[in-house]
Structure formats: C-alpha cells, structure tokens
T-cell receptor, first 113, second 113 residues
Framework: AQSVAQPEDQVNVAEGNPLTVKCTYS??????LFWYVQYPNRGLQFLLK????DNLVKGSYGFEAEFNKSQTSFHLKKPSALVSDSALYFC???????????WGAGTKLIIKP | SQTIHQWPATLVQPVGSPLSLECTVE??????LYWYRQAAGRGLQLLFY??????ISSEVPQNLSASRPQDRQFILSSKKLLLSDSGFYLC????????????FGPGTRLTVL
C-alpha cells in the first residue's frame, strides 16, 4: 500500500540558516510526489512536485526538493530560511490506482528571527 | 489555472442543526473535486470525492453527505451536526487527465457548539 511519512512533528530553524523538512514514501511503481504549504487558517498551497526527470525539483518561494529513489525520500529544502516560511508543510504521494493523494501528517516549521 | 472558492469562511452552528458548505471551481471543466476535513490544524482526512456530476464516493462513513449538482459545484451537507463535526473543511479540485496537482480553496472553519 502507498504511504507517506513525515518523521518530524516540528522543525525549528534560525532565520538565514538552511532548512530541511523530511518526507519518506512507500509506493508500488513510479512515485508522483508533492509538497504543499499551509499558513494558519488558510487552504493548502501547492509548492512543487516530482513526476519524472531531474531529481532536484524547484518550486515556489525559493523551495526545492530532492528526490532520492534509493532512500525513498523527497525532502523539502531551502538554502536560507525566512521568518515568513513558518507554516505547516505537507508531503503527499499519488495513489497510482485512482489519482488520489495520500498525505503525510504534516510538519510544523518554525523560523526564529 | 483553476481557482477554488469556498463559503462561508467561518461558521458557528448548534448541535443538531443542518449544514451546507459550498465549493465552486473556476478555470477548468470536468474537474475531480474533493472534500477534506482537517482537525486540530494537522492531518487531512479525505471525506468525499467526485469525478463528475452526480458521482460521489465516500471515504469515511459519518453523518455528512456530499452532492455535485453541477460540473463546477460541490456541496457538503449534514442533516444534524455533531460536536465531532467541528473542524476546518477544505475543498480541492484537480483537472481530470494527466495533471495530478490538487488545488485548494481557502477553507471553512466550522465550530459546532
């Protein structure tokens, strides 16, 4: 069965430092992977996705994610964190059978000035 | 790109009262539509999805129901609300076909008292 794990409930980073939010997955077949961000009391915003091609995917707001097939990971990264990056981040994988997304539990990212 | 509209933004309802939340989609035709509930600002629970007018699939048995009377309209309803129905309700849409990305509306915060 397809699944997604976000092993960190919360990540704390100082402003200006690089950030990483972790995601691992389990799928049968080729993985279609997504990252979304949610600000308080808002809907989710699409950040980036991996379908095929380059393992490093660039997305909105300076975020990027690295697909690693051998480690079944799709970690979200940013070279220099901003206080405004503080939000809830969700990783998701597409269920190959019905196009639905299977969601991780979310990671709260806190950027301290 | 598609835009998802939801209303109302917030709603406070007494236990036992009915519910109707509306979601409409702009910028695409024949979308796949989804209702999610998010409790305690964390994980997403898929409630219903629809691949077309009148076609509803339920993921979780409960006292909620969904309807799709028009191609770009998706309604979440209840005849009698329970305290446990409180939460943040999100509508999402995906253009049918190869595109996997779901786009979300701003959400409705429902409080049942």
């Amino acid at each position: 069965a397809q699944s997604v794990a976000q092993p960190e409930d919360q990540v704390n980073v100082a402003e200006g430092n690089p950030l990483t939010v972790k995601c691992t997955y389990s799928v049968s077949g080729n993985p279609y992977l997504f990252w979304y961000v949610q600000y308080p009391n808002r809907g989710l915003q699409f950040l980036l996705k991996y379908i095929t091609g380059d393992n490093l995917v660039k997305g909105s707001y300076g975020f990027e994610a690295e697909f690693n097939k051998s480690q079944t990971s799709f970690h979200l990264k940013k070279p220099s964190a901003l206080v405004s990056d503080s939000a809830l981040y969700f990783c998701a994988v597409r269920d190959g059978s019905n196009y639905q997304l299977i969601w991780g539990a979310g990671t709260k990212l806190i950027i301290k000035p | 790109s598609q835009t998802i509209h939801q209303w109302p933004a917030t709603l406070v309802q007494p236990v036992g009262s009915p519910l109707s939340l509306e979601c409409t989609v702009e910028g695409t035709s024949n979308p796949n539509l989804y209702w999610y509930r998010q409790a305690a600002g964390r994980g997403l629970q898929l409630l219903f999805y629809s691949v077309g007018i009148g076609q509803i699939s339920s993921e979780v048995p409960q006292n909620l129901s969904a309807s799709r009377p028009q191609d770009r309209q998706f309604i979440l309803s209840s005849k009698k609300l329970l305290l446990s129905d409180s939460g943040f309700y999100l509508c999402a849409g995906r253009t049918s076909g190869y595109t996997d990305t779901q786009y979300f509306g701003p959400g409705t915060r429902l409080t049942v008292l």
